[in-house]
Nanobody, 120 residues
Framework: QVQLVESGGGLVQAGGSLRLSCVAS????????MGWYRQTPGNQRELVAR???????NSADSVKGRFTISADNAKNTVYLQMNSLKPEDTAVYYC??????????????WGQGTQVTVSS
């Protein structure tokens, strides 16, 4: 079974920092397949940051310069370092593993989510 377990969320004041972790199991870990998304009530899940196949990273404009995705292959873990947090960053953050079935098809696996709340 593919399993993604997030941790590190919590309550923080604006301007503070948090580091989220996602431990993956049931897969051959590949950082390039991993990413972070977030979701608020009534809204669709949106990209925060993820690795790409060429080893680079993509991130939402709203978090560029503040959030950084990284990975530790030996620990099967992907991280999201969040600095200079803003109240609008408040959301449930989800770890994502994207499995390519064919060049045309993919399957997404998600963790249970971890709540990040930023107070003013």
């Amino acid at each position: 079974q593919v399993q993604l377990v997030e941790s590190g969320g919590g309550l923080v004041q604006a301007g503070g920092s948090l580091r989220l972790s996602c431990v993956a199991s049931g897969i051959v870990f590949s950082p390039n397949a991993m990413g972070w998304y977030r979701q608020t009530p009534g809204n669709q899940r949106e990209l925060v940051a993820r690795f790409t196949s060429d080893g680079s990273t993509n991130s939402a404009d709203s978090v560029k310069g503040r959030f950084t995705i990284s990975a530790d292959n030996a620990k099967n873990t992907v991280y999201l370092q969040m600095n200079s947090l803003k109240p609008e960053d408040t959301a449930v953050y989800y770890c994502n593993f994207r499995l390519m079935i064919t060049k045309y098809a993919e399957r997404n696996y998600w963790g249970q989510g971890t709540q990040v709340t930023v107070s003013s």
